[in-house]
């Protein structure tokens, strides 16, 4: 199969599909690699290292598109000109492999299925023992964990970890993490290595020992015992349990330094976690790094790649796509996520897996041109953009 890797067209976007090592990795599977001039240059990887990794390099987007079998990417297709969609690109019957965001971008799902594509969208890759090599959600949420805390750091007027001086005792920042899934234990994991003294809420009971294991101090309230769904996502809880959250949150602002907010429900709008008023509660100086701010935000001051400073000297930090702020170990995590996925679902031995195998029905969001994933069942009806 002849594997494409264009160049990323969204200005913002450092990160690329396939690295050197992935592409030597997939040769070896048998399949043929084709680049775009260019392509993982913001990464860090030159066109010299995927030709020596077995690649064909192309000089442009219309030449890799023509052959392209296997599309992968990070960002879904986008239009290239207000008339020009970068799925219309595709050979009819092509496969697309990446980020879909068809909740938010839906245009990019329609454009697909007008070509009769088959769509495997990495957000919906099941979270099971087997799928957790082909994760990229965890795998981006590790790289957002990591580098919120750095921003807070960076952000923050006093450093994170106890100091004992002659001139004096440096006490250690208190940071609050908001949710604790991937991106909030490791930035939980990253906040302690920095000496700061960290706390972490979420409704989910199972992560209390997570939480415990890392050094943090568990938040405790009453929790749900249905607080996530079969596939490992935190669920939409009720107005009421909401306000039981924001009481147990605001009990402890007025002494953090640092709030990370990490909470998200799939494919619906980010709960808010911290009000105004509850923002007000914070000392001056405090900072609030926000990993919702593209759902909506867990900050109600929140603006998505903006930061916010309050009357009281509150900063919220809108954080928007952290992983391409260090594209190199991104895209390496990326890429490896890519390599398993598509070793599974096209092995060089023995048959593909089935249309009904967990992994292959759980990713496929499009086949042939039909949208076929459940939770996309509400946008079949809605006509592309140009």
């Given at each position: 199969?002849?594997?494409?890797?264009?160049?990323?067209?969204?200005?913002?976007?450092?990160?690329?599909?396939?690295?050197?090592?992935?592409v030597a990795l997939l040769k070896r599977e048998g399949h043929t690699?084709?680049?775009?001039?260019?392509?993982?240059?913001?990464?860090?990887f030159t066109d010299e290292a995927y030709v020596q990794a077995g690649a064909t390099l192309l000089p442009t987007a219309a030449e890799l598109y023509?052959?392209?079998?296997?599309?992968?990417?990070?960002?879904?297709p986008a239009p290239r000109t207000e008339l020009v969609h970068e799925a219309d690109a595709l050979p009819e019957g092509a496969i697309y492999m990446g980020f879909l965001n068809a909740f938010t971008q839906p245009e990019a799902l329609h454009h697909l299925a007008g070509r009769k594509a088959t769509v495997y969208a990495l957000e919906f890759?099941?979270?099971?023992?087997?799928?957790?090599?082909?994760?990229?959600?965890?795998s981006m949420a590790t790289v957002s964990g990591y580098k919120s805390v750095l921003l807070a750091a960076a952000r923050l007027p006093k450093m994170f970890p106890l100091l004992m001086t002659a001139a004096g005792t440096i006490t250690p920042a208190q940071v609050l993490i908001l949710g604790a899934g991937v991106a909030g234990l490791q930035a939980i994991a990253t906040a302690r290595r920095l000496g700061a003294k960290v706390e972490a809420f979420d409704p989910r009971p199972a992560v209390r020992e997570q939480v415990k294991s890392l050094g943090a101090a568990f938040v405790e309230m009453e929790l749900p015992k249905d607080a996530?769904?079969?596939?490992?996502?935190?669920?939409?809880?009720?107005?009421?349990?909401?306000?039981?959250?924001?009481?147990?949150?605001?009990?402890?602002?007025?002494?953090?330094?640092?709030?990370?907010?990490?909470?998200?429900?799939?494919?619906?709008?980010?709960?808010i976690l911290v009000t105004v008023d509850m923002v007000k509660l914070m000392k001056p100086g405090a900072v609030i790094v926000d990993l919702a701010a593209e759902q909506g935000g867990n900050c109600e001051l929140t603006q998505a790649g903006r930061t916010v400073e309050t009357p009281g000297g509150v900063s919220i930090i809108g954080a928007v796509n952290l992983?391409?702020?260090?594209?190199?170990?991104?895209?390496?995590?990326?890429?490896?996520?890519?390599?398993?996925?598509?070793?599974h679902l096209f092995p060089k031995t023995g048959p593909a897996p089935e249309a009904d195998d967990e992994i292959?029905?759980?990713?496929?969001?499009?086949?042939?041109?039909?949208?076929v994933h459940p939770a996309l069942q509400g946008l079949k009806d809605k006509p592309a953009s140009p």
């Amino acid at each position: 199969m002849n594997i494409a890797v264009p160049r990323e067209t969204i200005p913002s976007e450092t990160r690329v599909a396939l690295t050197p090592a992935v592409v030597a990795l997939l040769k070896r599977e048998g399949h043929t690699v084709t680049v775009q001039a260019g392509a993982g240059l913001a990464a860090g990887f030159t066109d010299e290292a995927y030709v020596q990794a077995g690649a064909t390099l192309l000089p442009t987007a219309a030449e890799l598109y023509r052959s392209a079998e296997l599309l992968v990417k990070v960002h879904p297709p986008a239009p290239r000109t207000e008339l020009v969609h970068e799925a219309d690109a595709l050979p009819e019957g092509a496969i697309y492999m990446g980020f879909l965001n068809a909740f938010t971008q839906p245009e990019a799902l329609h454009h697909l299925a007008g070509r009769k594509a088959t769509v495997y969208a990495l957000e919906f890759v099941p979270r099971i023992t087997r799928a957790q090599s082909m994760d990229a959600l965890s795998s981006m949420a590790t790289v957002s964990g990591y580098k919120s805390v750095l921003l807070a750091a960076a952000r923050l007027p006093k450093m994170f970890p106890l100091l004992m001086t002659a001139a004096g005792t440096i006490t250690p920042a208190q940071v609050l993490i908001l949710g604790a899934g991937v991106a909030g234990l490791q930035a939980i994991a990253t906040a302690r290595r920095l000496g700061a003294k960290v706390e972490a809420f979420d409704p989910r009971p199972a992560v209390r020992e997570q939480v415990k294991s890392l050094g943090a101090a568990f938040v405790e309230m009453e929790l749900p015992k249905d607080a996530e769904t079969a596939g490992g996502y935190a669920k939409e809880m009720s107005p009421e349990f909401l306000v039981k959250e924001q009481e147990a949150i605001a009990a402890r602002l007025p002494k953090m330094d640092v709030v990370i907010a990490t909470a998200q429900v799939f494919g619906k709008r980010a709960p808010i976690l911290v009000t105004v008023d509850m923002v007000k509660l914070m000392k001056p100086g405090a900072v609030i790094v926000d990993l919702a701010a593209e759902q909506g935000g867990n900050c109600e001051l929140t603006q998505a790649g903006r930061t916010v400073e309050t009357p009281g000297g509150v900063s919220i930090i809108g954080a928007v796509n952290l992983p391409a702020t260090v594209p190199q170990d991104a895209s390496l995590l990326y890429a490896k996520n890519l390599f398993n996925l598509i070793k599974h679902l096209f092995p060089k031995t023995g048959p593909a897996p089935e249309a009904d195998d967990e992994i292959a029905r759980g990713a496929c969001a499009v086949r042939a041109g039909e949208i076929v994933h459940p939770a996309l069942q509400g946008l079949k009806d809605k006509p592309a953009s140009p």
